[in-house]
């Protein structure tokens, strides 16, 4: 049914202690794991920070539908789901090598014995093969989502159970910063985050104790790292923290591969349409607009890429694409992607001049790139047509169809990347929260800045990787390394 575009009121719902039944309107799962989108969720309410828990009281909670609860220490959505997360959790562990490898080798030793560490990152069957890594390796771990829309509720449901304390659930619009709260009330000596909520929060929040008692945290993210870089810039970085994001095992197969794929798996999943001989905008030709380009080219569409800088654009020239300002892009596009990290990508103008039945969404860490306000401003009604996939009917008659309320679609109509390619980012999430407790460990204090990733924990990572593949490389012999560093060799 169609229902007219107003914002709805918040509600405030008392809530039990401890309950169990999902009610019949909350939003869920389907058992096969792929998530099912609420129809008119408050979409993009930008979360607000929750009230500090005082003298140890918690705060109540804002959402809606029913939880599985421990006050303290989990709060899911259905803690009965949790044996259809644990086959997830198996299936995820068996194409992750390189983490399962390192969780074996320093198991004898325990790092994270006597630390605690807080999570913010999206809660999928990889991120729970990571925390369960922690949690083997000693840590007292406490984990929250890191989006609304991209916890798998059977996999949260199944940490829970293995112990782990947890606040995520799907389709957390209004308690989103309450989850994070709760994992601070753990008084997390290391920091892990998706998009700098958790670091944020602890800096605005909780100061003297991010100066005093953190050690340090690491940021696996584009979006999160350049809000890092600008923190640590202002002088506002109360302790160190690594640019996970920037590793080359990282940003080099995670932001191009992993988002190639999980990017057009959202897309098909929310809406079956065929790429071949489409027109396929994708707003911003970095890392992530790059691997959703290449995909979408292989899968047979024509390719436009809007950019804001000239290397990036000449890039796409010479992937045979075209490269145009969105103005002109809006009119062609059949599929509009964002990749860019910057907000107010696509918005009314461009709404106005797109071609009828155009599909939009969004693969950029926030849901701030396409402006759905004002889509909202020039639509007469929206009605959910399938999971995932808005209808928007403009008052100039044309219909166009949103993804995911405009949040990463890889992550909330898919399931995010393969497990294969997070093995290498969580490898480096791993390590460099073996760095930090080690340095602390050894009494060393790291400056409280944003700290690169060591190349040679990319070298170990990818041999690792290349090992698990059953892969050979060559080695350079003694004459030949010579010959490389002998400035007189020449024709
Ligand atoms: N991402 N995690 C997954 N399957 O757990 N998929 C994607 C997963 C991360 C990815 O590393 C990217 O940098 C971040 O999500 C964007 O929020």
Redesign the pocket.
Known sequence: MATAIKKAPAKAVAKKAVTTNVQKNSVKNGSNGIHKNGANGAANAAPKAAPKAVAGKIPAKKGTGSFSEVAGKYCVRDIKQAEEGRKLIEWAESRMPVLMHIREKYKKAQPFKGLRLAGS??V?K??AVLVETFAALGADVSWSG??PLSTNDPVAAALAKGGISIFAWYGNHEDFYWCIERTIDLKPHLTLD??CDLINTVHEHYADFAKTQVIGGTE???TGVHRLRSRAAAGKLFYPVFAV?DAET?WDF??VY?TGQ?TLDGILRATSVMLAGKTFVVAGHGHCGQGVAKRAKGMGSNIIITEIKATSAMKGILEGYRVMSMDDAAKEGDIFCTATGVKDIIRKQHFLSMKNGAIICNTG?YDAEINLAELASVAKNKRTIRPNCEEYTLKNGKKIFVLAEGR?V??AAA???PSEV?DM?FANQLMCHISLAEAHKAGKKLPNQVIDIDPAQDEFIAETKLRTMGMKMDKLSKEQLRYINDYNAGT
Do not use: F, I, R, V
């Open positions: 990152l999206h999928t990889e991120t890191c989006n998706d998009g696996e993210t584009t994001n990282k995670d932001n992993g999980s860490h990463l890889n992550l399931e995010g990347h997070m980012s």
